[in-house]
């Protein structure tokens, strides 16, 4: 089944992230696709806010590969940014595998720089912007 929240304006993002989440049920490990300026770190802050994540506490983990937040209920969420990753070894050498494996919610950015370690359950969502601004999430179960 082909999945698609349309985003029109930011007012609009804090609706579409917890439709997502809704969407997505028991699904843990997420990967965005989408190029650079699309709104993956914006969209994931939405999707934390969701979750009671503090605002103020998600960032971009650009340098840091993996930054982990924790939810109202205390739940971990980890956030990916793989932007800078070269070799399948430097994701490896953070514990790629331990983070996938928690049972946490793992919402990952960039995962075409590890696609080949990605397990075969990973939702891949699309972003992808039109000219007028309007973002589109799509995916596939």
């Known amino acids: 089944m082909e999945h698609c929240i349309r985003i029109s304006s930011l ?15 028991d699904r843990r490990i997420v990967a965005f696709y989408a190029p650079m300026g699309a709104g993956k770190t914006t969209f994931t802050t939405a ?14 983990p650009t340098f840091s590969i ?6 109202a209920t205390g ?11 070269e070799k399948i070894e430097e994701a490896l050498d ?3 595998y331990d983070y996938i494996d928690s049972g946490a919610l793992c919402l990952m950015e960039w995962p075409e720089n590890i696609e080949d370690i ?6 891949k969502v699309r972003i992808s912007v039109a000219p ?3 973002r589109t ?3 596939e179960d």
Do not use: K, M, Q
């Not at 990605?118 to 939702?123: H, R, S, V, W």
């Open 11 to 25: 007012e609009g993002i804090d609706e579409a992230a917890a439709r997502f989440l809704a969407e997505i049920g």
């Open 47 to 60: 999707v934390c806010r969701a979750l009671g994540v503090r605002e103020d506490a998600v960032s971009s």
């Open 66 to 71: 993996v930054n982990e937040y924790r939810t």
């Open 75 to 85: 739940e971990s969420v980890f956030h990916f940014d793989f932007y800078r990753i």
């Open 94 to 96: 953070i514990g790629f």
């Open 118 to 123: 990605l397990p075969e359950e990973t939702l």
């Open 132 to 134: 007028d601004g309007t």
């Open 137 to 139: 999430l799509s995916w």
